[in-house]
């Protein structure tokens, strides 16, 4: 009988050994393939906007782009903080000034003069003054010289006041530019906001990994719109977002407040312009649905 030499005895275990680490590390990573193929499948498979035909196509889209909607909004909306939006937006010369004024008072009252404001814009910001007493954000007296306004505002209050209040007139202007658009050319379509997403593979135990302010499905093509109501365009998520959901049939679009912007300095990002937000979310409407010789007739592309 041969016997094997310990040396050779050795070298056969150390290869025996390397190949075992080979083994377990290659077993390790199997279980972590695995488990995570788990989590997203069980992510997936609770995804009940999925499910759901009113929001089907929505969560197909994300889907395909490695996301899934934890959380959105539809159908009834918050009525107070939309009706006072609408208010701000439609005397916005004077009530935008006021309520920056007032976000940013860090005094128990402060006096908002009168004085160079013409009768209807007086007329305005009383009834803002009303509006907003009746909602507990402040309280207010008439002087002759002004307003002496006492802020009462809450977390939620404030957060609206600073900036919120963009996104609910992005929501009015985009609702009633669609419905115009929607309802002359028979087109389906379906408004969402607060729109709630985390990425299928995500490890990380937040509730969501994105937030978007509001997304607009028209037949095929989705328009996702992020409001930014003062001068800080937040440049680094704009072109992520545009890689992730820009392409040949739906848009990512910015709106800004600030009418002084350029859109045309940010091409091919798209900017708009709540001063004209309906004017230009009804052209790309129009250039998406309507070949130039249906233009005329109004008919849709087939």
Known sequence: MNMKSADVLGEELSHLEYLTSLLNERLA???????????????????TFAAKKDTRKLAEFFRARGLFVVNLQKGARTIDQYALAKQLWRARAVCLPFIKALSKNKEPSF?????????????????LCDTLKKHGYLDYEVKPDGYVIKPSLKGTQKYFLSGAWAEEVTLYLIDKALKKFAQAHSLGHRLFWDVRLKRI?????????MQLDLVAEVEDRFYIFETKSGFVLSIDKWVDRTRLFDDGRNRFITCTADDKLNPLIFKPFRLFALQTLEEQFSGMLQEDFLSPADTATGSPKS
Request: proline letters at 2%; one cysteine or more; glycine letters at 0%.
């Open 29 to 47: 990573l199997i279980r972590q393939e695995t488990e995570r193929c788990q989590v997203e499948e069980q992510r997936l498979n609770a995804d």
């Open 111 to 127: 006096v908002h003069d009168k004085q160079a404001l013409s009768p209807t814009e007086t007329t305005d910001i009383k009834n």
């Open 201 to 209: 593979d995500s490890d990380k135990d937040n509730s969501h990994d």
